[in-house]
C-alpha cells in the first residue's frame, strides 16, 4: 500500500461530500472540456488526459488527484496532433463522480496529459504504457507530462459551449539526487529489463553509509535493503531543523524517531555498522516492481539479484554472502521482502517485514479470489449485498470501498495502466491478455472475479502463503529463524489479516516450534505500526547478522 495511507486519511468524508453535492445540486447539462495541444508542440501524444475540476481553494488541482477528489475527468488520446483539439465529454471516466453529475459552480479546472510510449517487448507484444518515471511520484506527476494553466470558470446548469484548455507547459524532469558524505546514489542499465520491454530501463539505489565507512577501507559490511521506504532508508537526514515537535508526534505514532533522531543514533557508539538500501525500481506500471520476475512488468528479480546487488556489493565492500544481507520493508515493501526472502532463500540471510500488501490471497483485502465471485460486494444474506471495504479506521469505521479504489484507477488509466495499488498488483502477479496488457483479475466496473486469473496468481508464486505451503519441504531449513513478520491489528488496510493466516500456514505444516516471529500491535495499532524505533530495528538485525555469520567470519570489521 505504498503512499496510500497518507493520502486517503479522511477520504470517506471528502468523497462523500462530493456525491452529497452531486446529487443535491442540478447537473451542469452536457457539460465537456475542450483540450489542445499547442501547434508548436513537436510531435503527436498518445496517452492519458485527466480534467480536474477543483474547488477555488486549490491552486494546482492535477496535484491533488486521488482519493479524496477533487472530481476528476479521463479519456484515452491515440497520436494527437500539434494544432488538434480533443473533448472530454459525458463519455468520460469519472471519479469520484462522473462528469453528468458535477454540481454547477465556481471551478479551478485544469487539464494534464500522461504521456505514453510505444514499445515492443521481447514476447512480441507492442504497447503504449507510461514512460518509467525518474522519481517516485505517481504518473500524473511524472517529468515530461505536459498540462494547462489553470482556468477558473463558473459552471452552469444551462447548457454552453466546451471550456477551453490548452496544454501548454511541461512538468520538468526531478532534480538529480544530491549525494553527501553519508548518501550516495547509483543507478544502472538493466539489460534483462532493457530487453524485455525493448527500451532502455534502469535500476538504482539510495545508499547510507556507516560512520567510519572510509576509515576502514578493508571492512566489508553487511547490508540491509530498506524496501519501500522513500527515497532514503528509514528516513535519515543530518538537517537538525526537520526534528520539530509535529515531527516527532508523528513518528512516536508510528513506534518510531525523526529521521534527524535516527541520524544521532546511527552516528553514535554501541551500533552496528550497516549499509543502508533502497531500490529505485520504477516500472512502467507503477514506481514499485515488487521485486520478482513477471509476464507483465519484466525480470525485476533477475535485475535486482544479478545485477543490482553484484553492482553494489562490489562498489560498496558489501559482504557477499547470505548471512550479510538482510532485507526488510513496510506495507509493499513489507511484501517485497517477504517475497524476497521466500523465492530467493538461498541469496538473503534474514527478513524484517512490518505490515505487508495481501500475502495470502484468500485475504485479499477482504476477498477470498479463490472461492468470491465478487471484488466489491458479498452477500450478507438472501436478500442482502453489502460493499467490501477498502479501508476502515483503527476503531473500525468502514472508510472507501473497493469500488472506490477500482474506479478511481479506471479513471487513472485503463488496461492495468492506472499506475496505483490495484493496476499495480495486477499487472505483477497476472498472465498477459491477448492484446498484451496486463489480463485483470476482477472486473474494473463490476467487481466480477476472473478465476482463471485468480489461480494463475497462485501457480506462479505470488500467493505468499501459498507459495511457503507449496515448497515447504524445501524451504523450512532454509527459512529458520529468519521470518520476522509484525502487524498492527488494526491495520487500516486489513493487511494483518494475511499474516493471520501465515502463521496459521506455518503451524500447521512446521509446528507449534518451528523458529519464526510474530508479533502483533494492540489495541487500535493501525498500519504505520513498529515494535519498536528503527534504531532497535538495526541492533536486533546486527545481532542476527553476528548469531548467524559463519566461523571465522570478521563481524569485528563492521562492530566497532
Keep these: 500500500m505504498t503512499g496510500l495511507g497518507s493520502t486517503i486519511r479522511g477520504a470517506l468524508r471528502a468523497v462523500a461530500a462530493w456525491i452529497a453535492i452531486a446529487m443535491a445540486l442540478p447537473a451542469a447539462a452536457q457539460l465537456s472540456f475542450s483540450v489542445q495541444l499547442p501547434a508548436d508542440s513537436k510531435e503527436p501524444v498518445t496517452g492519458r488526459l485527466i480534467v480536474v475540476a477543483a474547488g477555488t481553494d486549490v491552486a494546482e488541482p492535477r496535484s491533488a488527484i486521488g482519493m479524496l477528489g477533487p472530481p476528476s475527468f479521463a479519456i484515452n488520446v491515440e497520436a494527437m496532433k ?40 521481447s514476447d512480441g507484444h507492442t504497447l503504449w504504457v507510461p514512460a518509467p518515471n525518474q522519481a517516485r511520484v505517481p504518473a500524473y506527476l511524472s517529468g515530461g507530462n505536459l498540462f494547462s494553466k489553470v482556468a477558473k470558470v463558473r459552471i452552469s446548469p444551462v447548457a454552453s459551449a466546451p471550456i477551453a484548455l490548452a496544454l501548454t507547459e511541461t512538468i520538468p524532469p526531478p532534480a538529480a539526487p544530491v549525494e553527501t558524505p553519508w548518501l550516495k546514489h547509483v543507478r544502472i542499465r538493466s539489460k534483462v529489463l532493457s530487453d524485455f520491454w525493448g527500451m532502455p530501463m534502469t535500476i538504482g539505489a539510495t545508499v547510507l553509509l556507516p560512520k567510519g565507512f572510509d576509515a576502514n577501507p578493508n571492512a566489508r559490511y553487511p547490508a540491509v535493503y530498506a524496501l519501500s521506504h522513500g527515497d532514503i532508508p528509514f528516513g535519515f537526514t543530518t538537517d537538525a531543523s526537520t526534528d520539530t515537535p509535529r515531527a516527532r508526534e508523528r513518528a512516536a505514532d508510528a513506534a518510531l524517531e525523526t529521521g534527524y533522531q535516527f541520524y544521532q543514533d546511527w552516528n553514535g557508539d554501541g551500533m552496528p555498522r550497516f549499509v543502508a538500501i533502497t531500490l529505485e525500481q520504477y516500472s512502467p506500471y507503477f514506481f514499485e516492481s515488487y521485486v520478482l520476475n513477471s509476464a507483465n512488468n519484466g525480470p525485476w528479480g533477475d535485475a535486482i539479484t544479478k545485477e543490482l546487488m553484484p553492482y553494489l556489493e562490489k562498489k560498496f565492500r558489501l559482504i557477499d554472502q547470505p548471512y550479510g544481507r538482510i532485507v526488510e520493508g513496510a506495507s509493499t515493501g513489507g511484501w517485497e521482502t517477504l517475497a524476497l526472502q521466500l523465492h530467493y532463500p538461498d541469496m538473503f540471510g534474514g527478513a524484517w517485514i512490518f505490515n505487508p500488501d495481501p500475502i495470502d490471497f484468500t485475504r485479499y483485502g477482504l476477498a477470498d479470489i479463490y472461492r468470491e465471485p465478487n471484488m466489491f460486494e458479498y452477500r450478507v444474506s438472501e436478500w442482502q449485498v453489502a460493499e467490501r471495504p477498502f479501508r476502515r479506521s483503527r476503531e473500525g469505521l468502514p472508510g472507501l470501498s473497493m469500488r472506490d479504489l477500482s474506479k478511481l484507477e479506471l479513471m487513472l488509466g485503463d488496461r492495468g495502466r492506472g499506475y496505483y495499488q490495484l493496476a499495480i498488483w495486477q499487472s505483477t502477479y497476472g498472465p498477459t491478455d491477448k492484446d498484451g496488457y496486463p489480463r485483470a483479475l476482477f472486473d474494473p466496473l463490476t467487481g466480477v472475479i476472473d478465476r482463471e486469473v485468480a489461480e494463475y496468481y497462485r501457480k506462479n508464486g505470488f500467493d505468499l502463503t501459498d507459495y511457503a505451503r507449496t515448497n515447504w519441504a524445501r524451504l523450512a531449513p532454509k527459512l529458520s529463524g529468519k521470518l520476522n513478520f509484525f502487524a498492527g491489528e488494526q491495520d487500516e488496510f486489513f493487511l494483518n489479516l494475511g499474516v493471520y493466516k501465515f502463521e496459521e500456514m506455518v503451524r500447521e505444516v512446521g509446528g507449534a516450534n518451528y523458529p519464526i516471529r510474530f508479533e502483533y500491535g494492540r489495541p487500535k495499532k493501525g498500519h504505520n505500526w513498529h515494535h519498536t524505533d528503527w534504531t532497535g530495528v538495526i541492533k536486533e538485525m546486527g545481532a542476527h547478522v553476528r548469531k548467524n555469520a559463519p566461523a571465522g567470519a570478521p563481524v569485528a570489521d563492521w562492530n566497532y
Design 82 to 121: 500539434p494544432g488538434a483539439s480533443v473533448t472530454v465529454g459525458q463519455d468520460s471516466v469519472g471519479y469520484p463522480i462522473d462528469l453528468k453529475r458535477l454540481p454547477p459552480g465556481e471551478y479551478n479546472v485544469q487539464a494534464v496529459l500522461i504521456r505514453y510510449v510505444r514499445t515492443k517487448r
